[in-house]
């Protein structure tokens, strides 16, 4: 035991820990500094050369984002690795290690992993890219980035919401720009005595000359609920350009209360009717 701290003694020496360090240490300090720089330079114009490349090819911004993350990671591992060895790290004795407590680690960080393999799976299956306009989990917003975790989204406040990818995964996800146009329905509700007809030409009338709705499919209104005190109809109408949905809804939502107001048509609300009932003698 003596013999043990003497030499701890001797090792953690002043002189014997300047000589290590200037002897050994910083010139291999200094090659793994200078090993690990030039991954990483490798890397910085590996992904310039990448993006023009995948520019050219015309992927989407998505499939580009996801190669270029797969790069980086391959390359700066690399860099870490071949760092580490030059210091003298047995890195293949980690990696034995880190094999044999992966079932440990897979079972303490289940979530984490789970969202990287979701996150594979959305870039591979592409239910949505990034720039779309999605609904997940009652969240609707622009899909700014896609990572390796989560999912962000934009929302329409501002709001940036980091969605886990195991969660998108599982559960109903709402495109409305996945294809190239949208159907804007807006009901309205009429007076039981008012003329069908008349309300249909004057809603049809809001959409039919302008040049943001399709004429094919063309617009159409449908009775969709006979209630007691009044009749909902629903105006159905295509955008040409699907990502606009939102303010042609609120736009077309007051012409269609200001034309049915110009033209007379009453618009009843739900009433309720009170009597005064008189108590009955005993």
Do not use: C
Not at 49 to 72: E, H, N, P, Y
Not at 133 to 151: A, D, N, P
Not at 217 to 244: F, Q, S
């Amino acid at each position: 035991m003596k013999q043990a701290i003497i030499r701890l003694g001797q090792f953690f020496s002043p002189e014997h820990m300047v000589q290590y360090f200037t002897g050994k240490l910083l010139p291999n300090l200094v090659v793994a500094a200078i090993i690990f720089a030039a991954f990483y330079l490798f890397w910085r114009i590996a992904n310039r050369g990448l993006g023009a490349f995948m520019k050219r090819s015309r992927l989407d911004l998505t499939a580009q984002r996801f190669i270029q993350t797969v790069v980086k990671y391959i390359v700066l591992t690399i860099g870490v690795v071949t760092s580490l060895n030059q210091l003298g790290v047995q890195t293949a004795s980690i990696l034995t290690s880190l094999g044999v407590a992966g079932l440990t680690i897979g079972f303490a960080a289940k979530d984490a992993l789970s969202n990287i393999i979701s996150g594979i799976f959305i870039f591979w299956d592409r239910p949505f890219v990034i720039g779309d306009l999605v609904e997940v989990s009652g969240q609707y917003g622009k899909v700014e980035e896609i990572t390796m975790r989560s999912t962000r989204v934009v929302t329409n406040d501002g709001k940036m919401l980091a969605i886990p990818n195991s969660e998108v995964v599982n559960t109903t996800v709402a495109s409305y720009t996945n294809f190239p146009h949208l159907r804007i329905d807006v009901t309205v509700t009429v007076g039981l005595s008012e003329n069908l007809s008349s309300v249909r030409r004057i809603l049809v009338g809001l959409v039919e000359k302008d040049e943001r709705f399709m004429t094919e499919p063309a617009p159409e209104i449908v009775v969709k609920t006979l209630n007691d005190y009044n009749v909902e109809v629903e105006l159905r109408a295509w955008l040409e350009d699907e990502r606009k949905h939102i303010p042609v809804r609120f736009e077309l939502r007051e012409k269609i209360f200001n034309a049915l107001n110009i033209e007379g048509v009453e618009m009843p609300f739900e009433t309720l009717q009170v009597s005064m009932l008189e108590p009955r003698a005993s």
